[in-house]
């Protein structure tokens, strides 16, 4: 499936994202489109139960009809408000793999979700108490304040947080891998009487924290931590996460890009960042994964070397679709049969601070001599 863009704030020129990919990753400045991108791309594919498995509609004529269900139906309930939006969907192939069947978006905002959830349910459930209460005074010029004010892939987690805690999921390999990253455990206790859950943190040394006394890092993580214990399906998941570097560590953000390649490569994956250290992570491993095509022993190859890098990630450098937002457009950095990958001025800021130490370090140098 492959997403054609004409126009989407603030996106302005034409552009194309191949939706195909295993991990999908958007770098590039602020306010160029790259969360507002990840939500709509959430409603499609939170949407395809729309195409039918034995539909005999051809794909040309699916295309079209699919497209114009999303414009005309989905993009407003998801953005709450009224957006100027020229795109096309192209449907290449219907089959199990291209019909995801649940897809999560977890925004850069997490911090405050673990610990303050339920006030923000609490507060959207007085809004529609005073709706009701206020029925007959309700118009249109003061109806606007009756509407979310976030966005339906958010609302969608803030229920997932409220109504599905209750069953944990068989332990898997990634709730384990993040158990290590965060150095302790985030337990549930719920009250069956009122629907409600206390979200807590269990240090490994055995102290228990509650989130809001919990480290930025551990609130960051306990939205994909959940994601992982309870929401995530062994087929046909399809995670989307904003800003997974944030409140990070340098080290901890590579140990959790590894962690959802690992994910991504029986999973699919879309990733916006900031993060030149997650660029370049991705980067390094399809440089890895095109050393596996030379028949290159990269176990021998990583240990001779002493490199940091987890050779058990099994996706290949055509798995992965690089895309650089400019604020107008956006362009693709990889290629199907290129990993010679650039980012335009998205790592110049960082390039220019470490030329700014050496010159700096040199003088200093220099005088000591």
């Not at 650039?342 to 130490?357: I, P």
Request: net charge negative; glycine share 2%.
């Amino acid at each position: 499936m492959k997403l054609i863009i004409y126009k989407f704030p603030p996106i302005t020129q034409r552009c194309e994202i191949d939706l195909s990919k295993k991990l999908t990753l958007f770098v590039g400045q602020n306010n160029s489109g790259k969360t507002y991108l990840s939500q709509l791309i959430w409603g499609i594919y939170s949407s395809l139960s729309y195409i039918k498995k034995d539909d005999t509609t051809s794909l040309e004529q699916l295309s079209i009809e699919f497209t114009k269900y999303i414009k005309e139906y989905l993009v407003k309930k998801i953005f709450n408000k009224d957006i100027e939006a020229i795109f096309q969907i192209i449907i290449e192939k219907i089959d199990r793999e291209s019909l995801y069947s649940e897809s999560i978006f977890l925004p850069s905002s997490r911090l405050f979700l673990p610990s303050f959830y339920k006030y923000i349910f609490k507060t959207e459930k007085d809004f529609k108490d005073s709706m009701f209460r206020n029925f007959d005074n309700i118009n249109e010029s003061n109806k606007k304040f009756y509407a979310p004010s976030y966005t339906q892939p958010v609302d969608d987690l803030i229920k997932k947080l409220i109504f599905s805690l209750d069953k944990p999921l068989e332990h898997n390999r990634y709730l384990d891998t993040l158990a290590q990253i965060i150095e302790g455990n985030i337990s549930v206790d719920r009250a069956e009487e009122i629907g409600m859950a206390d979200i807590s943190y269990t240090h490994k040394s055995g102290e228990n924290i509650p989130m809001y006394l919990s480290s930025s890092m551990v609130n960051q993580l306990s939205t994909l931590y959940l994601y992982f214990k309870y929401w995530y399906q062994k087929e046909n998941s399809f995670l989307i996460m904003d800003e997974p570097e944030m409140n990070l560590h340098p080290s901890k953000k590579i140990e959790i890009i590894e962690l959802l390649m690992s994910f991504a490569s029986e999973n699919k994956l879309l990733i916006a960042t900031h993060s030149a250290t997650i660029a370049k992570t991705i980067i390094n491993y399809i440089h890895l994964f095109d050393l596996k095509k030379k028949n290159i022993d990269i176990k021998e190859f990583v240990a001779k070397n002493n490199l940091a890098m987890n050779i058990d990630i099994s996706l290949k450098s055509n798995d992965v679709g690089i895309y650089y937002f400019n604020g107008k457009t956006i362009i693709s950095y990889k290629k199907d049969n290129n990993s010679d990958i650039h980012f335009g001025t998205f790592t110049e800021v960082e390039e220019l601070q470490n030329r700014q130490y050496e010159d700096i370090m040199d003088k200093l140098e220099s005088y000591d001599a």
